[in-house]
């Protein structure tokens, strides 16, 4: 017979696509925020970055040699985790708290569950929060923007949790960064930026975004101030780091859910987390537990979201 019906295993699709490709692609989507970070806030945050993406790759390569598993710390992983954890981290930290951070994300976050594919948790978010737990007063120190000097200031989220009077800032002040905050997250433009080149590409979907930023605004509009349906809901968007959490880091490929449903329900649980911390919970900003704690869901949201099969009932 000429013409045979051959019949392989799935997939039957291909696309010239790879994971240090998409890795990679990720961490050019990134540098917009970091150039943002450095003119803002000085060379001390370049400093911050560099040393955590070193030690994010130097830890990923000692374990791989240690395991004797393939070395694979030029796929873009581990460099994009060192780059989120300094995105997380005030500008004028000491130098060993980067390293120490990536060296728990990689370590902790990662290489214990076996490496690329089988972490539970977003490692760079599990650097954050322990490098929180154990030196809170570094984690809780920011410069001043464009003040290049040991000037320190509060964050507008921190100012408004302890009743502070806030600092005139308007929202082109807060979209462009012109505030107290994290390295990576006070620029919401070229946050938006790096974001609209994983949505062109495809390597990212609006579902968890757009599902958690809507529903942290939703919330603090209803419950962010003392009468119901006045809270500044925008003012809670630009602030923190939910622009920078819901765009490059709730959507982690293999700590969020697979379906379509599983991720709207994904963006909702972390927008309602973050809101509710934010509002009620001892500490201004909630986006980094927010995802860890939907990320631990992440497992009961896809079991009870499958597709059905094709051709059953």
């Known amino acids: 017979m000429r013409n045979k019906l051959l ?3 799935s997939p039957h699709i291909h696309k010239n696509e790879s994971v240090p490709r998409i890795m990679w692609t990720v ?11 450095v003119i803002i806030f000085g060379l001390s945050a370049l400093w911050v970055i560099l040393l955590a993406v070193i ?3 130097a830890t990923e390569a000692v374990f791989e040699v240690w395991t004797k598993n393939k070395i ?3 796929d873009g992983s581990a460099v994009i985790t060192g780059i989120l954890l300094a995105y997380n981290l005030p500008p004028n930290v000491p130098l060993w708290l980067p390293i120490a951070g990536s060296v728990f994300s990689i370590a902790i976050g990662k290489q214990v569950f076996g490496g690329l594919g089988q972490n539970i948790f977003n490692p760079a978010l599990v650097g954050r929060v322990f490098l929180m737990a154990s030196w809170p007063k570094y984690m809780t120190s920011f410069a001043r923007p464009f003040s290049y000097d040991a000037v320190t200031s509060a964050t507008p989220l921190a100012a408004l949790k302890e009743g502070k009077v806030l600092e005139h800032l308007s929202y082109l002040d807060l ?9 990576g997250e006070v620029c919401i433009l070229a946050l938006l930026i790096g974001a ?5 590409k ?5 579902h968890i975004p757009a599902s958690y930023i809507l529903t942290t605004a939703v919330f603090m509009y209803i419950f962010g101030a003392k ?3 006045h809270g500044d809901w925008l003012f809670h968007v630009l602030n923190g780091g939910l622009i920078l959490g819901a765009f490059f880091m709730a959507t982690d490929y293999v700590a969020t859910p697979l379906t379509i449903k599983g991720q709207l329900i994904f963006g909702v649980g972390c927008g309602l987390l973050t809101a509710i911390i934010r509002i009620w919970g001892g500490y201004p900003e909630g986006v980094s537990y927010a995802i860890l704690m939907m990320n631990a869901a992440t497992p009961f949201i896809d079991r009870y979201t499958k597709n059905r099969i094709y051709g059953t009932k």
């Open 7 to 9: 019949v392989s295993g």
């Open 27 to 37: 961490v050019l989507s990134t540098i917009p925020a970091g150039i943002a970070g």
């Open 55 to 57: 030690a994010a790759v």
């Open 72 to 74: 694979t710390v030029m």
């Open 175 to 183: 979209f462009l960064g012109k505030r107290g905050g994290c390295i």
């Open 196 to 200: 609209a080149v994983l949505l062109y």
């Open 202 to 206: 495809g390597y990212i979907s609006w």
């Open 227 to 229: 009468q119901l349906f």
